[in-house]
Nanobody
Framework: QVQLVESGGGLVQAGDSLILSCVASGRPSRHSMGWFRQAPGKEREFLAAIHWNDDITSYEDSVKGRFAISRDNAKTTVYLAMNGLKPADTAVYYC????????????????WGQGTQVTVSS
């Protein structure tokens, strides 16, 4: 079992930057982690993922170059750094973890946080 708690969301202006954090408990070093978002009336969207053991990352094309996923050395916290935010980035952002030792960035995620709201004003 992995427990996830996101933080760092808020109200920002277009062009601003924001860093989201996801604190994981329950042996998170064995789990590949991902960030997703869901805007009102839209399906949940994959954004980025990081391998459970290596520094391998994967990004959705729409955020590549603007968003960056990383994790601390203890692998207890995963970050999503977001630059050049746009109103279209407004959504609830979720952190998620795959079952241990799996690396399928766009595959199934078994554990989810509660989400953190990001609102970008124009």
């Amino acid at each position: 079992q992995v427990q996830l708690v996101e933080s760092g969301g808020g109200l920002v202006q277009a062009g601003d930057s924001l860093i989201l954090s996801c604190v994981a408990s329950g042996r998170p070093s064995r789990h590949s982690m991902g960030w997703f978002r869901q805007a009102p009336g839209k399906e949940r969207e994959f954004l980025a993922a990081i391998h459970w053991n290596d520094d391998i990352t994967s990004y959705e094309d729409s955020v590549k170059g603007r968003f960056a996923i990383s994790r601390d050395n203890a692998k207890t916290t995963v970050y999503l750094a977001m630059n050049g935010l746009k109103p279209a980035d407004t959504a609830v952002y979720y952190c998620a973890a795959q079952r241990q030792f799996i690396w399928q960035p766009r595959g199934q995620y078994s554990y989810w946080g509660q989400g953190t709201q990001v609102t970008v004003s124009s």
